[in-house]
């Protein structure tokens, strides 16, 4: 029999069931009796209410761990003032160790209180009765019953989230490492584009100079005139393959070849959204306003702010993030929020380099941008570009 998968409610109602027909099989057999009779020489089918109880108790562990703790405590003491049976008394130290493991940490700590409690109590009535120190004994049962399955459960629940801490840590670290490394190379692939442009400057220059002379100079001769169309001409083909190799270099390696280099547009910010959401960050994305042709310089300036301000809260942020576009009659919006823990998303790591890039888009365009720490620990991006900026 293949089980159901692990979390899942349907394996917590197999555990509850197996836990139930072990508990029958317990009461049937009649090796069930842990104390002694209670108010009744015989419970008879008494035992079965509490031991039913308890098993639903374990079938909610996942999805009501106090609901599951209250069953599961309410049919143990009566299963106790039934004379005590073994079976219940077992599933009741299940359903303990999932409430420990399952539930807010204010349970188990609440559990242990009150379980160290019974345990000193059933210890001194033990000494009371007894009239000796040996009395002390009667609280080894409550200590096993009680005490030793939250400590197992604690103990497994700190390990846990140990490991879900770890395995955030290290999440975030190749993130901030993947991020790092696309930095590096969208570095190293500027300076590449500087250099060739520096390249295609010269040639340019020298095409000027050899076409300016040529039109300047009278009665040049014609093997001068064709020595300056030769030269116009070689350092017109140098000058057109190095701007393509510059072209290569700045659509960088996820280009296709034969694809023709796009300008991105505030229009595809649905595009950014999908990707910071593949990379691990939660998106919420509001358009308002009619969506419409902006003029080029302030369709790729809105889409950059937007492009660095996600990737500030994928690199900084705690992994949510809420995208606002607002086309107005005479500015477009753009409002980025996204929650960050302490210290501030500029404190420990970066130079602030992407909010300086942000703020020079939008003051070229005669825009404002508002950057820093809102309310409830959050970090706010705000800009506002006019739309008929030149």
Not at 90 to 100: K, M, R
Not at 212 to 231: D, K, M
Not at 372 to 379: C, L, S
Request: neutral net charge.
């Amino acid at each position: 029999m293949r089980l159901p998968p692990r979390g899942s409610f349907a394996r917590d109602l197999t555990l509850a069931a197996v836990a139930l027909a072990g508990g029958m099989l317990i009461i049937v057999s009649g090796a069930y009796l842990t104390i002694g009779p209670g108010w009744r020489d015989d419970p008879g089918w008494l035992l079965y209410v509490p031991l039913v109880a308890v098993s639903v108790a374990v079938a909610l562990r996942r999805r009501a761990p106090l609901v599951s703790l209250a069953i599961g405590t309410v049919a143990a003491v009566g299963d106790l003032s039934l004379g005590g049976s073994l079976g219940t008394l077992l599933i009741f130290t299940q359903v303990l160790y999932d409430a420990c493991v399952f539930g807010p940490a204010r349970l188990w700590r609440r559990a242990l209180e009150v379980s160290i409690a019974v345990v000193v109590a059933t210890a001194v009535l033990g000494v009371v009765t007894e009239g000796t120190v040996r009395g002390l004994a009667l609280g080894i049962p409550a200590v096993l019953l009680l005490v030793l399955p939250i400590l197992t459960g604690l103990s497994v629940r700190q390990y846990r989230d140990q490991a879900a801490l770890e395995r955030t840590r290290a999440d975030q670290t190749a993130r901030v490492a993947e991020l790092d490394r696309r930095q590096a190379v969208a570095a190293e692939r500027t300076r590449m584009a500087r250099e060739l442009h520096d390249m295609v400057a010269n040639h340019l220059s020298v095409v000027a100079i050899h076409a300016t002379a040529a039109l300047s100079v009278p009665n040049l001769s014609q093997a001068q005139v064709a020595e300056s169309l030769r030269v116009i001409r070689e350092n017109s083909v140098q000058g057109l393959g190095e701007m393509r190799q510059m072209i290569d270099v700045l659509r960088g390696p996820e280009a296709e070849p034969g694809d023709d280099p796009v300008t991105p547009r505030l229009a595809e910010v649905d595009r950014l959204v999908s990707g910071a959401r593949a990379a691990g960050l939660a998106v919420e994305l509001t358009t308002t306003g009619s969506p419409r042709t902006l003029p080029v310089g302030v369709d790729l300036a809105g889409y950059r702010i937007v492009q660095e301000s996600l990737t500030n809260a994928l690199k900084h942020g705690t992994g949510t993030a809420s995208v606002t576009v607002d086309y107005g009659t005479d500015e477009v919006r753009l409002t980025v929020h996204n929650p960050v823990a302490s210290p501030g998303p500029l404190d420990h790591l970066g130079a602030g380099a992407g909010l300086i890039g942000m703020r020079e888009r939008a003051a070229l365009l005669r825009g404002k941008l508002d950057a820093g720490p809102a309310t409830g620990a959050r970090w706010r991006v705000h800009a506002a570009l006019p739309v008929d900026a030149a």
